[in-house]
């Protein structure tokens, strides 16, 4: 398979290029989580990749699709259910990898709206702490206070 080819020749120049178009594939196949792991060897092989803030951006699309409710494909024909906690991993993997860059705080606001939806209240309140607390200057701080108080009166009622 083109993966294993990949796998193979590692230490090639054209290694991380070849990740990034697999990934798009991947990604227009429906196979979403095979699209971002490709991604994720990038971020871990090759952090120096001159398109890294690019490969960040992808994957921030990749768990935009899955949030939007895209369905995802088995080896690429088969249909299967949406799992937002694909979407979470994706996030919080972009919050991990470019804590400094303009999708960190936007991960943590999305993350938080999807386990508010999936009725992990603890979650949500966490990925809203971390935002407030660890981009206290972002245009998304104020909606994380609201947002973290109508969780916090939703988790009261869920009681």
Same mark, same amino acid.
């Given at each position: 398979?083109?993966?294993?080819d /990949?796998?193979?020749? $590692?230490d090639?120049?054209?290694a991380?290029?070849?990740?990034?178009?697999?990934?798009k /594939?991947?990604?227009a196949r429906?196979q979403?989580?095979?699209g971002?792991?490709?991604l994720?060897?990038?971020v871990?092989?090759?952090?120096?990749?001159p398109?890294?803030? $690019?490969?960040?951006?992808e $994957?921030?699309?990749i768990?935009?699709?899955?949030?939007g409710?895209a369905t995802p494909?088995?080896?690429?024909?088969?249909p299967?259910?949406?799992?937002y906690?694909?979407?979470?991993?994706?996030?919080?993997?972009v919050?991990?990898?470019?804590?400094?860059?303009?999708?960190?705080?936007i991960?943590?606001m999305?993350?938080?709206?999807?386990?508010?939806d999936?009725?992990?209240?603890? /979650?949500?309140?966490?990925?809203?702490?971390?935002?407030?607390n660890?981009?206290?200057?972002s245009?998304?701080?104020?909606d994380?206070?609201? $947002?973290?108080a109508k969780i916090?009166?939703?988790?009261?009622?869920?009681?």
């Open positions: 398979s083109a993966a294993s /990949v796998y193979k020749r $590692q090639s120049i054209f991380p290029e070849a990740y990034f178009q697999m990934s /594939v991947y990604v429906g979403f989580m095979e971002y792991n490709c994720q060897e990038i871990k092989r090759y952090p120096d990749y398109k890294f803030n $690019q490969i960040i951006g $994957q921030y699309n768990a935009s699709i899955i949030q409710g494909y088995w080896w690429g024909w088969f299967w259910f949406t799992n906690n694909d979407a979470i991993k994706i996030y919080e993997s919050v991990s990898d470019a804590p400094y860059s303009d999708y960190a705080p991960a943590l999305n993350i938080s709206l999807i386990a508010q999936e009725g992990k209240f603890e /979650v949500a309140f966490d990925a809203l702490d971390r935002l407030i660890s981009y206290p200057n245009m998304l701080a104020p994380a206070y609201m $947002q973290m916090y009166n939703l988790s009261l009622i869920h009681i």
